[in-house]
C-alpha cells in the first residue's frame, strides 16, 4: 500500500480531488464544510471537504504563499502534536506508539480504496488549499487516522427504532380523529371518486350531503371514515337513493360512533329490508337522537321490530316516518310501543297507509303516552271512529304540545268528541285539523269547546278551508281579543243557513290560497323574484303585510282577507311580520312538495278503488264464500 508523501505528485493545481483526514478537533483547517466518519473494528477515520475552486497560480505564487503561513504551521504542528498525545492517552498507548498505530492503519486500508475499512479517493472531493496548511505538512496531514475508542449500542438513543406491532397494524394507531385517510383508502377499494364537498366538511358539525347523488358504492366508502370521525353530529343524507347496499354497511359502522346525534335517510329507496338495518342499528346506538326515515316504502312488515326498537331505545327523540307503506299491523305495534316509551317527543307518520282500525290504536298511542310533545297523523283515514279516538286523546293527554290531523276524512260528527277534548285539555298549544268534513257546524263546536275551557292553551287552531259562519265569526273575534288565540278558516259564509263543504284534497288544494297565487304567477309570466319585485314597492326586498295586501288587490287575485292573513302566516316562518325572497322560495317548494304527495294520494286512491271493486266482483260472482 503507497503512502501519499508528496503533495504535487498527486494533486493536480486545478480541478483535483483528494481525501484530507484529521481529529476531530483539529481546528486549524479553515473553509470545512462538510465532515463524515468511516470505521471497521473501532478504527474511525475523520474526513473533511473543502469546497473552494483551486485558482491556477504560479510557481512564485506557491511559494510566496506558503511562506508567509510557516508560523501558522508550525501552530497546528504543535497542536497537532498535542492532539496525537491526548488520543494516545485515551487509547492507553504512548505516543510514539500511538504514531506507529496510526500509520499502519493508515497503510492497511485508508488510502487504497479497495479495503473494507478503507475510504475510495473518489468519494470526496478537494477544490482548494487549506489556508492553514504548508506544502512540507501537507504530506504528513493526509496520513492523519486514530483508533476511537469501541462503541456499544447501549450508547446510542435514536428516535428510529419501531414497535413492531406499530409496523405490522398501523391502523390501530391511527389517530385521525376526522377519518379522512380511511376514506381515500375506501374510495380506492371500492373505485368511486372521492367526494369533494365530504372530505372538505369533515372537521364541521353539520355534514349535508342531500341530493349529491351518491349512490350504494359511494355509500359504502363513506361509511369507513363515519366510525371514528369524532366532528360530525348531525348528517344529512336526503335524496341520493343509497339503497339497501349502501345503508346496511353505514349501519354496521356507526354502532360504534358516539358522536353522530342526527342521521337523516329520507329518500334513499331503502325499503322495508334497508329499515331493519336502521332499526338494528337504534338497538345498539344510544346516540342518534333524531332519525328521519321518511319516503322510503316502508311496508307493514317492519312494523313488529320498529315496535321492539320503540321499547328498547330510550335516546331517540324525533322519529319521522312520513310517506311510507304502514298500516293496521305497525299501528297496532307502535301502540304497544308508546305505552312504555318515554323518551320520544316527535312522532311524523303522516301520509301512511293507516285506515280506521289503524287510526283508532295510533289515537290510543297518544292517549297513554306520558312523553309526546308533537304528533302529525295528517294525510291518514281517521273517520268517525277515529275522530272519537283522537278527542279522547286529547281529552286525556297532558303533555302534547302539537298536534296535526289535517286531510284525515273527520266528519263532522267527530267534532263534537274533539271539542270535548278540547273543554279538559290545559297543554296543547297547536292544533291543525284542516281539510276534513267538519263543516260549519263541526267548526263552531269546536270553538265552543275552547271558549268553555278557561285552562286551555291553545293558540293556534287551524280549520284549512273550512267556512265558518258569521256566528263563528263573533265569537272568534272575541276569544281572540281575550287570549293569545289565533283561528285560520275559509272564511265566513254570506248567509246564516250553514252548509256543509266536500272537503276533497283535490278541491281544497285547488282553493289554497298559495295555488291561487302560483296561478297568478305562472299567468302573469312572472317568476318568484318578479313578484317580489312587483308588490315591493319601497324596493326593501321584502314584502310587508300592507304591500302584499295592496297587490293581491292590484293584481285582482280572487283571494279572500281571510286566505291572505293564512297565506301571510305560513309564509312569514320567522314572524317578523314580512315576507323575504327566501321565506317565498320556501313557500313555493312547501307547495310544490304538498302537490307530488297529493299525487301520490290520487295515486293510491284509484289503486284502492281498483282493488275494492275486484273483491266486489268476486263477491258478487261467488256470494257464498
Same mark, same amino acid.
Given at each position: 500500500?503507497?503512502?501519499?508523501?508528496?503533495?504535487?505528485?498527486?494533486?493536480?493545481?486545478?480541478?483535483?480531488?483528494?481525501? #484530507?483526514?484529521?481529529?476531530?478537533?483539529?481546528?486549524?483547517?479553515?473553509?470545512?464544510?462538510?465532515?463524515?466518519?468511516?470505521?471497521?473494528?473501532?478504527?474511525?477515520?475523520?474526513?473533511?471537504? =473543502?469546497?473552494?475552486?483551486?485558482?491556477?497560480?504560479?510557481?512564485?505564487?506557491?511559494?510566496?504563499?506558503?511562506?508567509?503561513?510557516?508560523?501558522?504551521?508550525?501552530?497546528?504542528?504543535?497542536?497537532?502534536?498535542?492532539?496525537?498525545?491526548?488520543?494516545?492517552?485515551?487509547?492507553?498507548?504512548?505516543?510514539?506508539?500511538?504514531?506507529?498505530?496510526?500509520? +499502519? $492503519?493508515?497503510?492497511?486500508?485508508?488510502?487504497?480504496?479497495?479495503?473494507?475499512?478503507?475510504?475510495?479517493?473518489?468519494?470526496?472531493?478537494?477544490?482548494?488549499?487549506?489556508?492553514?496548511?504548508?506544502?512540507?505538512?501537507?504530506?504528513?496531514?493526509?496520513? !492523519?487516522?486514530?483508533?476511537?475508542?469501541?462503541?456499544?449500542?447501549?450508547?446510542?438513543?435514536?428516535?428510529?427504532? !419501531?414497535?413492531?406491532?406499530?409496523?405490522?397494524?398501523?391502523?390501530?394507531?391511527?389517530?385521525? %380523529?376526522?377519518?379522512?385517510? &380511511?376514506?381515500?383508502?375506501?374510495?380506492?377499494?371500492?373505485?368511486?371518486?372521492?367526494?369533494?364537498?365530504?372530505?372538505?366538511?369533515?372537521?364541521?358539525?353539520?355534514?349535508?350531503?342531500?341530493?349529491?347523488?351518491?349512490?350504494?358504492?359511494?355509500?359504502?366508502?363513506?361509511?369507513?371514515?363515519?366510525?371514528?370521525?369524532?366532528?360530525? +353530529?348531525?348528517?344529512?343524507?336526503?335524496?341520493?337513493?343509497?339503497?339497501?347496499?349502501? !345503508?346496511?354497511?353505514?349501519?354496521?359502522?356507526?354502532?360504534?360512533?358516539?358522536?353522530?346525534?342526527?342521521?337523516?335517510?329520507?329518500?334513499?329507496?331503502?325499503? %322495508?329490508?334497508?329499515?331493519?338495518?336502521? =332499526?338494528?342499528?337504534?338497538?345498539?346506538?344510544?346516540?342518534?337522537?333524531?332519525?328521519?326515515? $321518511?319516503?322510503?316504502?316502508? %311496508?307493514?312488515?317492519?312494523?313488529?321490530?320498529? *315496535?321492539?326498537?320503540? &321499547?328498547?331505545?330510550?335516546?331517540?327523540?324525533?322519529?319521522?316516518?312520513?310517506?311510507?307503506?304502514?298500516?293496521?299491523?305497525?299501528?297496532?305495534?307502535?301502540?304497544?310501543?308508546?305505552?312504555?316509551?318515554?323518551?320520544? +317527543?316527535?312522532?311524523?307518520?303522516?301520509?301512511?297507509?293507516?285506515? @280506521?282500525?289503524?287510526?283508532?290504536?295510533?289515537?290510543?298511542?297518544?292517549?297513554?303516552?306520558?312523553?309526546?310533545?308533537?304528533?302529525?297523523?295528517?294525510?291518514? *283515514?281517521?273517520?268517525?271512529?277515529?275522530? /272519537?279516538?283522537?278527542?279522547?286523546?286529547?281529552?286525556?293527554?297532558?303533555?302534547?304540545?302539537?298536534?296535526?290531523?289535517?286531510?284525515?276524512?273527520?266528519?263532522?260528527? *267527530?267534532?263534537?268528541?274533539?271539542?270535548?277534548?278540547?273543554?279538559?285539555?290545559?297543554?296543547?298549544?297547536?292544533?291543525?285539523?284542516?281539510?276534513?268534513?267538519?263543516?260549519?257546524?263541526?267548526?263552531?263546536?269546536?270553538?265552543?269547546?275552547?271558549?268553555?275551557?278557561?285552562?286551555?292553551?291553545?293558540?293556534?287552531?287551524?280549520?284549512?278551508?273550512?267556512?265558518?259562519?258569521?256566528?263563528?265569526?263573533?265569537?272568534?273575534?272575541?276569544?281572540?281579543?281575550?287570549?293569545?288565540?289565533?283561528?285560520?278558516?275559509?272564511?265566513?259564509?254570506?248567509?246564516?243557513?250553514?252548509? +256543509?263543504?266536500?272537503?276533497?284534497?283535490?278541491?281544497?288544494?285547488?282553493?289554497?290560497?298559495?295555488?291561487?297565487?302560483?296561478?297568478?304567477?305562472?299567468?302573469?309570466?312572472?317568476?318568484?323574484?318578479?313578484?317580489?319585485?312587483?308588490?315591493?314597492?319601497?324596493?326593501?326586498?321584502? /314584502?310587508?303585510?300592507?304591500?302584499?295586501?295592496?297587490? #293581491?288587490?292590484?293584481?285582482?287575485?280572487?283571494? @279572500?282577507?281571510?286566505?291572505?292573513? #293564512?297565506?301571510?302566516?305560513?309564509?312569514?316562518?320567522?314572524?317578523?311580520?314580512?315576507?323575504?325572497?327566501?321565506?317565498?322560495?320556501?313557500?313555493?317548494?312547501?307547495?310544490?312538495?304538498?302537490?307530488?304527495?297529493?299525487?301520490?294520494?290520487?295515486?293510491?286512491?284509484?289503486?284502492?278503488?281498483?282493488?275494492?271493486? %275486484?273483491?266486489?266482483?268476486?263477491?258478487?260472482?261467488?256470494?257464498?264464500?
Amino acid at each position: 500500500m503507497e503512502t501519499l508523501t508528496n503533495y504535487n505528485d498527486h494533486v493536480p493545481k486545478t480541478g483535483s480531488r483528494m481525501l #484530507i483526514t484529521q481529529f476531530p478537533d483539529d481546528e486549524s483547517y479553515s473553509g470545512v464544510t462538510h465532515s463524515d466518519a468511516h470505521s471497521e473494528g473501532g478504527a474511525t477515520l475523520y474526513s473533511h471537504v =473543502i469546497d473552494s475552486p483551486i485558482p491556477e497560480e504560479n510557481e512564485d505564487d506557491v511559494s510566496g504563499r506558503f511562506s508567509r503561513k510557516t508560523n501558522q504551521s508550525n501552530r497546528s504542528k504543535d497542536k497537532r502534536a498535542d492532539n496525537e498525545n491526548t488520543m494516545g492517552r485515551q487509547s492507553g498507548l504512548s505516543s510514539v506508539d500511538f504514531n506507529d498505530k496510526v500509520s +499502519e $492503519t493508515y497503510e492497511r486500508g485508508g488510502r487504497g480504496g479497495g479495503g473494507e475499512g478503507g475510504v475510495s479517493e473518489e468519494e470526496y472531493e478537494v477544490d482548494s488549499y487549506p489556508d492553514s496548511m504548508s506544502m512540507d505538512n501537507l504530506s504528513e496531514t493526509l496520513s !492523519v487516522t486514530f483508533e476511537a475508542p469501541e462503541l456499544r449500542d447501549e450508547d446510542f438513543d435514536t428516535d428510529l427504532e !419501531v414497535d413492531d406491532d406499530k409496523w405490522l397494524h398501523p391502523e390501530k394507531y391511527d389517530h385521525d %380523529t376526522t377519518g379522512l385517510t &380511511k376514506y381515500l383508502n375506501a374510495c380506492e377499494e371500492h373505485d368511486v371518486t372521492p367526494v369533494r364537498y365530504f372530505m372538505k366538511h369533515m372537521m364541521e358539525t353539520n355534514m349535508n350531503l342531500g341530493h349529491h347523488g351518491l349512490g350504494p358504492a359511494a355509500m359504502r366508502a363513506m361509511a369507513v371514515p363515519l366510525e371514528s370521525n369524532t366532528t360530525i +353530529e348531525h348528517l344529512d343524507l336526503e335524496g341520493n337513493w343509497i339503497g339497501e347496499e349502501g !345503508v346496511q354497511p353505514l349501519c354496521k359502522l356507526l354502532r360504534d360512533n358516539v358522536y353522530i346525534v342526527e342521521l337523516n335517510l329520507a329518500e334513499n329507496k331503502l325499503g %322495508t329490508e334497508g329499515a331493519l338495518h336502521v =332499526i338494528d342499528l337504534m338497538l345498539e346506538n344510544r346516540n342518534i337522537e333524531n332519525l328521519n326515515l $321518511t319516503g322510503n316504502r316502508i %311496508t307493514d312488515n317492519a312494523g313488529e321490530p320498529l *315496535g321492539v326498537m320503540l &321499547k328498547r331505545n330510550t335516546t331517540l327523540r324525533h322519529l319521522k316516518l312520513r310517506h311510507n307503506e304502514l298500516g293496521e299491523r305497525a299501528a297496532q305495534c307502535i301502540k304497544d310501543a308508546l305505552t312504555d316509551n318515554e323518551s320520544l +317527543e316527535t312522532l311524523d307518520i303522516s301520509w301512511n297507509h293507516f285506515m @280506521t282500525r289503524g287510526c283508532v290504536r295510533l289515537a290510543e298511542a297518544v292517549k297513554e303516552n306520558v312523553a309526546l310533545k308533537e304528533v302529525n297523523v295528517m294525510m291518514n *283515514g281517521f273517520g268517525l271512529e277515529g275522530a /272519537i279516538a283522537l278527542g279522547e286523546a286529547i281529552k286525556v293527554n297532558r303533555t302534547l304540545l302539537r298536534l296535526d290531523a289535517s286531510y284525515c276524512r273527520l266528519p263532522m260528527e *267527530g267534532a263534537a268528541s274533539i271539542a270535548h277534548g278540547l273543554q279538559h285539555n290545559e297543554t296543547l298549544q297547536a292544533l291543525n285539523v284542516g281539510y276534513n268534513s267538519l263543516g260549519p257546524d263541526g267548526s263552531l263546536g269546536l270553538l265552543l269547546g275552547l271558549e268553555r275551557n278557561d285552562c286551555s292553551n291553545l293558540t293556534t287552531l287551524d280549520l284549512g278551508n273550512s267556512k265558518v259562519t258569521p256566528q263563528f265569526k263573533e265569537r272568534q273575534d272575541k276569544l281572540e281579543a281575550e287570549r293569545p288565540l289565533r283561528v285560520h278558516h275559509g272564511g265566513v259564509l254570506p248567509d246564516t243557513k250553514a252548509r +256543509e263543504i266536500c272537503m276533497d284534497p283535490v278541491e281544497v288544494f285547488k282553493r289554497d290560497p298559495m295555488t291561487k297565487l302560483k296561478e297568478w304567477v305562472e299567468q302573469a309570466g312572472y317568476r318568484l323574484i318578479d313578484l317580489l319585485r312587483h308588490f315591493d314597492k319601497d324596493q326593501s326586498m321584502s /314584502i310587508s303585510r300592507e304591500e302584499f295586501v295592496n297587490g #293581491i288587490k292590484s293584481a285582482r287575485i280572487e283571494i @279572500t282577507d281571510d286566505q291572505i292573513d #293564512i297565506l301571510l302566516d305560513r309564509l312569514d316562518t320567522d314572524g317578523d311580520g314580512e315576507i323575504d325572497f327566501s321565506e317565498l322560495i320556501q313557500g313555493d317548494n312547501d307547495h310544490r312538495s304538498l302537490k307530488r304527495e297529493l299525487t301520490q294520494y290520487q295515486e293510491d286512491q284509484r289503486i284502492r278503488e281498483e282493488e275494492t271493486e %275486484t273483491a266486489l266482483d268476486a263477491f258478487l260472482k261467488n256470494p257464498s264464500d
